[in-house]
């Protein structure tokens, strides 16, 4: 099964994905290439996310100890009254967004990533994803709060203080707004929360299953298009951070420490990613079809240093891989949980 080229179907947004096993029947598993990581100081002076530094826009923050969240001073949205109109017609069509954007460090260190930090201090981070989430929640202007990490240079980060950011919008972004059109549709035909199916027959097939707790499954979704990208979904209902208890909170640290510390592993480096969860409309509506969960996606392919790149056909067509989710899975499961620098 799985050995011909083929194309999956992603359930979530209604996209396909073309998955080519034959162009390498097996993952990579030659020589892996490494490279040097410059160390890090605990504390750099020159660091705008550092304790008691001042920051590009002119603020200085405090001597803060635990984690630090502060409104984006370059935010992309501004949290101002916006109704001018700009060009609303049937083919040019602008509107006004409100939002507003937060950064969240993760800790003062700025030497760490997340696998480096204890699964306690990883709650905390949960714990101010969930407090921030309830405060934005609140406006009645907000209807989605899209928690993200993007790390690494190769995804762009600007800065290696382990931080995420949170930028809540008037409206749905394209990703949450066609997962909420693919849920609803399948609730609307099988009364029962589309992830919900998903994480139960992944944890029957255990083939693509990377690891699991009593909470708490991390697996590469059937239609994963980046080659290591994986899926956090809960093994119980929840639609939003809000919805998590304390003991769900502390499993999914666990998950998440596991899931990044074997990530790290895979090539020996800080593994790049964009991260981030996605939690149901803050609308007025019921949204049971929702289920909250988390996507991973790592650019890296086979090396420290060689990426997958999402262009030419993938760009004008549809994603495609070579590995398959099931390889990949496999690859990320013979992993160590013992952080490579510690090991
Ligand atoms: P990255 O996650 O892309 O590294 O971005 C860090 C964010 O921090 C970025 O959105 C903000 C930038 O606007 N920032 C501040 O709010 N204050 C600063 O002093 C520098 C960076
Ligand atoms: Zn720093």
Avoid at 63 to 68: D, L, R
Avoid at 188 to 214: T, W
Avoid at 275 to 292: K, R, V, Y
Wanted: glycine fraction near 4%; charge should be negative; include cysteine.
């Amino acid at each position: 099964m799985f050995e011909k080229p083929h194309r999956r179907l992603n359930p979530l947004t209604g996209e396909h994905v073309l998955v080519s096993p034959q162009r390498t029947q097996r993952p990579w598993q030659g020589k892996v290439e490494r490279i040097q990581e410059a160390a890090r100081p605990e504390h750099d002076p020159k660091c705008y996310l550092c304790s008691g530094n001042e920051r590009a826009g002119g603020k200085r923050n405090p001597q803060y100890t635990g984690t630090f969240a502060f409104d984006n001073d370059f935010a992309a949205l501004l949290p101002l009254e916006n109704s001018e109109q700009i060009q609303d017609d049937h083919l040019f069509c602008a509107v006004p967004e409100y939002g507003i954007c937060r950064v969240l460090c993760f800790s003062p260190r700025h030497d760490l990533s997340l696998p480096e930090l204890s699964s306690e201090e990883i709650e905390e981070v949960i714990s101010v994803w969930t407090d921030e989430t309830r405060t934005l929640s609140k406006n009645p202007n907000i209807t989605n709060i899209q928690i993200f990490e993007n790390k690494g240079e190769l995804m762009g980060c600007s800065n290696p203080h382990p931080h995420s950011q949170i930028w809540a919008t008037q409206r749905l972004p394209n990703e949450p707004a066609k997962e909420l059109i693919q849920q609803k549709a399948y609730f609307n035909k099988h009364s029962r929360p589309m992830l919900e199916d998903v994480v139960q027959r992944e944890l029957e097939a255990n083939r693509r299953i990377v690891i699991v707790n009593e909470h708490w499954a991390a697996l590469v979704p059937f239609w994963a298009a980046w080659p290591f990208e994986t899926i956090v979904l809960p093994r119980f209902r929840a639609s939003s951070l809000l919805d998590l208890n304390l003991l769900q909170r502390k499993s999914l640290a666990d998950i998440l420490k596991r899931l990044t510390t074997r990530y790290d592993n895979l090539f020996e480096v800080s593994f790049p990613y964009s991260m981030g969860f996605h939690q149901a409309p803050f609308d007025s509506e019921d949204h049971t079809e929702w289920t909250l969960h988390m996507h991973f996606y790592p650019p890296l392919l086979r090396s420290a240093v060689i990426r997958k790149f999402m262009v030419g056909f993938e760009m004008l067509g549809m994603p495609g891989r070579d590995i398959t989710p099931e390889s990949a899975a496999e690859r990320l499961r013979e992993l160590s949980e013992i952080h490579y620098k510690k090991a």
